[in-house]
């Protein structure tokens, strides 16, 4: 049986790793920042079997969102004005003032894969192109929209990604369907006097005493 296990978002190391990303890949947009985290904790995940950031990454249609990055991280660097965005040329990012990465916080491996990840962003030149990459996942074609993409998926193959979110939509859509208390009738919870027929009655004794 395979465990989904969730792992607690890393501010700290999202923050220092944002800054990096931005002083090695000034003029990055949007969704290559959103590729970058996904990318380096997924291959983390499928090689070391732990995420570099944690949090939840959830299926978009531009690829997996990291969606504590999307929804507080980036947005308030961009309120404090430590990030700006140029709109021409496609809302590229860049650092407003002159901050080093606190990479203290992360082991060598870890600053390997982002490296890595940043080169291979770069390699790819386009939000497009690198959205597209995503893309061919089986752990986003099969999922959807706004759904939950589980770290364990880039261990898992397309089949078992598929047999996993079969079950459990099956399993969250039955949930989904029985009454809530308030929509029972007050009769439900009545108990019910059960007849039994004299002959069936009958019967089930004779079985019962026989064994």
Known sequence: MIKIRRFPFNEAKAYSALIYLLREY??????????????????????????????????????????EVKNKLLPELIDSNLVRIEQKGGYKHFLNIDIEPDISVFTVTELDTMHKTISFLKHLKTSENVSNFTHNFGLWKLTKDGEPIPYEFARMTDEEIKKYLEEHRFYKQLALSLPTPKEVPNDYWNDYEIVIPASLEKEMLKTAFEN
């Open 26 to 67: 000034p003029g990055v947009k949007k969704t290559q920042i959103m590729k970058f985290f996904f990318l380096a904790d997924f291959y983390m995940f499928a090689k070391y079997e732990y995420p570099i950031f944690g949090g939840v990454y959830i299926h978009m249609d531009r690829g997996p969102v990291p969606i």
